[in-house]
């Protein structure tokens, strides 16, 4: 078995990133800018968006947080996406979700412009990965494709097994391995909570896509001997044993799945570390236009 190490994928992939903004900086020119808009004081939410800045900041990108309070309207908010929409020195901008009930999050998404939404959430931008035109992917999707081509997985002719169907993992990912690339070229099943014989479908599984949000759902008698396990799942678990007091786990019980699989990735450390560097790579795409060329 050999762990798919996001970590260490991710590290390699901001020194890429870093060694590339640098020398945009060292040729006297602007760095490329990610904004946040974050709406209200949710927790996780304030610590995803402070990740993201601090690792833009990090590898020498100029990053800002508009935070707009809890009870900021929906035209309000609107407005301010309308101004970063026409700002020339925003290259991307993400308004992290959730946001407060009285927000119509759709009606957000779509007001962002395709060619600045770095998040790959428009439906512009889903359209276009599902006919195959350079868009901006999804984090997740973005990440597991990345770790898939770094380690040299093979996925052409395979039985891809996606676990979930949700916009912004299941949804893409089945396209994404169904479509001409390498990684690609994949026949795919996608699984849902109404699917009948599922174990006996991830059975069969040459590659199995784990975003169905349960905790250790994915057990070693549903896995065929080789199979290849991405885990997108992150559920928090009480703990004595790590200082935090938590423990992550993911969609797959790993101690036992790990056993019969080719390769797998961990939770934390597989998946997860990918995804920020998910974004900062379209946000890097954005700024030098390569998605959107008119
Ligand atoms: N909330 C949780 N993950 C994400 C993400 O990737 N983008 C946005 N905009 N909100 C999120």
């Known amino acids: 078995m050999q762990l798919i190490d996001g970590k260490s994928t991710a590290n390699k992939i901001k020194e890429e990133l870093k060694e590339e903004v640098a020398a945009i900086v060292d040729n006297d020119q602007r760095a490329p800018h990610l904004v946040a808009v974050l709406v209200g004081d949710d927790p996780a939410s304030e610590t995803y968006v402070g990740s993201k800045e601090k690792n833009a900041k990090k590898l020498g990108f100029t990053s800002s947080v508009y935070r707009l309070d809890a009870d900021t309207t929906e035209e309000e ?78 996925t052409e002719g395979k039985h891809c097994v996606v676990l979930g169907r949700s916009n912004i993992v299941g949804t893409p990912m089945n396209i994404l391995m169904s479509r001409k690339t390498k990684p690609g070229n994949a026949t795919v099943t996608m699984c849902h909570s109404r699917t009948q014989n599922l174990k006996g479908i991830v059975k069969s599984a040459d590659i199995i896509i784990a975003a169905i949000g349960k905790k250790e759902f994915v057990t070693a008698d549903m896995v ?62 954005a700024y030098k236009k390569e998605v959107y060329t008119d």
């Open 77 to 154: 908010l609107l407005k301010t996406v309308d101004f970063l929409n026409n700002d020339p020195e925003v290259d991307g901008f993400i308004v992290q979700l959730p946001l407060p009930e009285h927000i119509n999050a759709d009606k957000v998404t779509q007001a962002i412009d395709p060619k600045k939404d770095v998040d790959g959430f428009h439906p512009v931008n889903l359209g276009r990965m599902m006919i195959g035109l350079p868009a901006y992917l999804p984090a997740t999707p973005n990440g597991i494709m990345e770790l898939l081509k770094r380690y040299d997985i093979e």
């Open 224 to 285: 065929k001997e080789g199979a290849v396990v991405i885990d997108v799942g992150i559920h928090r678990e009480k703990s004595d044993k790590t200082k935090s007091g938590w423990k992550l786990k993911g969609d797959v019980a790993f101690d036992e799945v790990s056993k019969k699989a080719s390769y797998i990735s961990p939770v934390p450390g597989g998946v997860g570390p990918m995804t920020i560097v998910s974004l900062l790579m379209n946000t890097l795409k």
